[in-house]
């Protein structure tokens, strides 16, 4: 059986949109698992975030992860830009998408200007510090880049790249 593909990095650097992409070139289901958390725990991720702060939702999204390991099936998973905090989170990756962990990167600046043009990023997803939004990618993208580079298996820079092309480059390293 084809194991899945992982999508993991920052918020803005593509993971929701190439994941479509892929999934449909590869047949499989698309999981995003932002959407994951929320459908199982029936409550929207700043909801999670107002009532029980970034704790309560890391302990659902590792839950939401573990679940997919429970079904062999493949699929496509783009992760949450957090996911990799966790040891237990890189160690299922890794179990889930073995040899299939694709880190899709950009600039901070990239980052920053594909995010405010997605209206729906910001009423999702709660700020993370007390930071200016700019300062807070930046210091985030700092604090978590050894992280998903030791969860990846793959490396994918998305900042000059259209969706598709993203997509084709993954298909042709699996």
Do not use: W
């Not at 949109?17 to 932002?34: K, N, Q, S």
């Not at 299939?100 to 709660?126: H, K, Y």
């Not at 210091?139 to 900042?159: G, S």
């Amino acid at each position: 059986m084809t194991p899945s593909v992982a999508l993991i990095g920052y918020r803005g650097t593509g993971k929701s949109t190439v994941g479509a992409l892929l999934a449909r070139r590869l047949e499989l289901p698309l999981v995003d698992t932002d959407r994951l958390v929320e459908s199982r725990f029936g409550e929207s991720i700043a909801s999670i975030f107002a009532r029980g702060g970034e704790e309560l939702f890391r302990n659902r999204e590792t839950d939401a992860l573990r679940s997919l390991l429970e079904s062999p099936e493949p699929r496509v998973v783009a992760c949450g830009g957090g996911i990799i905090l966790r040891r237990e989170n890189r160690d299922a990756l890794q179990k889930l998408a073995p040899g299939r962990v694709f880190l899709l990167t950009a600039s901070a600046e990239v980052i920053a200007r594909r995010i405010v043009g997605d209206a729906q990023s910001g009423q999702t997803r709660p700020p993370l510090t007390d930071l200016s939004f700019d300062e807070e990618i930046r210091e985030v993208l700092r604090k978590r880049d050894p992280l998903y580079r030791e969860a990846a298996d793959h490396l994918i820079r998305t900042e000059e790249k259209k969706p598709a092309e993203i997509a084709e480059e993954i298909c042709r390293l699996l």
